[in-house]
């Protein structure tokens, strides 16, 4: 493809998949990419519609589902982890036991991406289980408040060292307070489990001041559930809640905060060379 400018490219590849399938808004696509500088291995349950539920995604690596309305799960992202060719293995965080395919939820503590798709979506970054790596929700193409959530500040680097956990020395998760003391006030149970009583803690809010729309506590619900209807999400692992991220629907490359096109330079040149593997999975699907 030598000389070819990048509107050429873009008009060929749009060309490429001109006769594939239409998605409807009966699908949702999720774009799931790493920017984390180590491979993680995504958990998905439950996983039909995301490759079993388990998958190697190496740093700077994306992958593309379709999930039907309907479905209602969560998506997490497993790091440290070592599998042998039958799927079999253990992970420092996240683990769903010892599969590569996940048939359960991860083990915590884990940053939690959670959807419910309907005809209006609710979706949620969680850090009630704690927290592993960076984590990012992006809505594209819908209808509502859409809004961004999620958690993109390293909590691992300032954890109370009372929630620390380490591997060789290393914090890599940051455990809830729920989990290191397992008290009524701490899990929002007994006469703590209402919004009334269960209200911030010391932990919860050094998670809430780090990331404003992740959940920090089991009723933080105002600033930290969103809705959005008829969207594609983009769940990006170690990246800024600003990054530019695109997606893939209806033969039209959109991204977020771009609603066409119109300008391929500067850092949308980024975003498109980005979405160039996720066009080429569409082609090859």
């Known amino acids: ?3 070819l400018s990048v509107y050429g490219l873009v008009l060929l590849i749009l060309l490429a998949v001109s006769s594939g399938p239409t998605k409807t808004e009966s ?3 999720f774009t799931i990419i790493n920017y984390c500088k180590e491979t993680v291995w995504p958990g998905i349950t439950p996983g039909d519609n995301f490759n079993e539920g388990g998958f190697a995604l190496k740093s700077g690596q994306s992958i593309v589902f379709n999930a039907p309305v309907g479905w209602s799960g969560r998506i997490w992202a497993r790091t440290g982890c070592n599998f042998d060719k039958n799927g079999n293995g253990t992970c420092k965080t996240g683990a769903c036991g010892s599969a590569l395919k996940c048939k359960a939820s991860g083990q915590p503590p884990a940053s939690l991406a959670e959807f419910t798709l309907s005809g209006t979506d609710f979706y949620d970054v969680s ?3 704690g927290f592993n790596v960076p ?8 209808r509502g408040n859409c809004s961004v959530s999620g958690c993109d500040a390293d909590l691992r ?3 109370p060292s009372e929630l620390s956990v380490k591997s060789n020395g290393k914090v890599v998760a940051c455990r809830s307070a729920c989990d290191v003391f397992n008290t009524d006030e701490y899990c929002c149970r007994g006469v703590y489990g209402n919004p009334v009583t269960c209200q911030p803690t010391y932990y919860s809010k050094v998670f809430k001041q780090a990331c404003p729309t992740a959940y920090s506590y089991a009723y933080d619900d105002p600033t930290s559930i969103f809705t959005c209807s008829g969207t594609d999400y983009v769940v990006t692992f170690c ?3 600003k990054q530019q991220v695109c997606t893939f629907h209806n033969h039209k490359l959109a991204c ?3 609603q066409d096109l119109k300008s391929v330079t500067g850092r949308s040149w980024w975003a498109l060379m980005l979405a160039l593997p996720l066009m080429f ?3 090859l699907s």
Not at 135 to 142: A, C, D, E, F
């Open 157 to 159: 680097s300032f954890c």
């Open 1 to 3: 493809m030598e000389g």
């Open 239 to 241: 990246a800024a809640r």
């Open 135 to 142: 984590l990012v929700i992006t809505p594209i193409n819908g």
């Open 127 to 129: 850090l009630v289980d």
């Open 27 to 29: 699908t949702r696509i």
């Open 256 to 258: 977020s905060a771009s």
């Open 281 to 283: 999975h569409f082609i």
